[in-house]
């Protein structure tokens, strides 16, 4: 992992919190109401040759929407839906299915440092790492957690298995955990993170199957296999 890969994730989390007060805003809100102000569709419908297009979010930077459009989309076995985050401004979103309760990914988590005396940050930067006592007189250290920032699934095994960005991934039914990574706008990725501007699944076996943003919690959507 880079320098410019650490500091791109700094960023994005300080981004994410900055949001976090902007999208509570959005959430009281009507969401017909919203969405109709920045020109957007609660009955947008793209279902055409076997693939479903999901809107990830939506709007601009006075009225960013933190849903998804349509928020259920009924399929067939065999066939896919697409992910993309058409938001005029730079705010991300996942595609998260967690399909095992116990698998759920928090953007920042503690690590334990064993193997170091000190920990600096990379200048230059007005930054300090959070700390906390750890087990056995160790030293734990909260940092971003990629489980939760970067495209990865979890096999019923509990193989993880990293995937590339604007993945196409065939879902099986038997997965933990399978995440999109951020989704970004079309060409507004930080510098240093994956330029993530879409997120296909294609599934195998019918089933109701629900997923949420990270980022977003209330942010949530189904997918429906017959």
Known sequence: MNRYFIIALAIAASAVLAISTVTATTMAANDQSVAHSVGASMKFMDYKDGVFKVMAG?????????????AKATIKVGESVTWVNPTR?????????VLNQTQGANLDVPFVVNNS???????????????????????????????????????????????????NYTMNGTEQYINSGFIWPKGMAPEGLPPIDTFTVKFEKAGTYDYLCILHPWMTGQVQVK
Not at 89 to 97: C, D, K, L
Not at 153 to 159: F, K, L, P, Q, W
Request: no cysteine; hydrophobic share 40%.
């Open 58 to 70: 939506g709007g601009g930077p006075t009225a960013p929407l933190t849903k998804f459009f349509p």
């Open 89 to 97: 401004v730079g705010e991300p979103h996942t595609v998260t299915f």
């Open 117 to 167: 005396t000190g920990i600096a940050p990379l200048a230059p930067g007005n930054s300090a790492p959070i700390t906390l006592p750890g087990p056995n007189g160790t030293t734990a250290m909260i940092g971003a957690n990629a489980m939760a920032y970067l495209p990865v699934t979890i096999a019923s095994d509990g193989t993880v298995t990293p995937m590339p960005p604007n993945a």
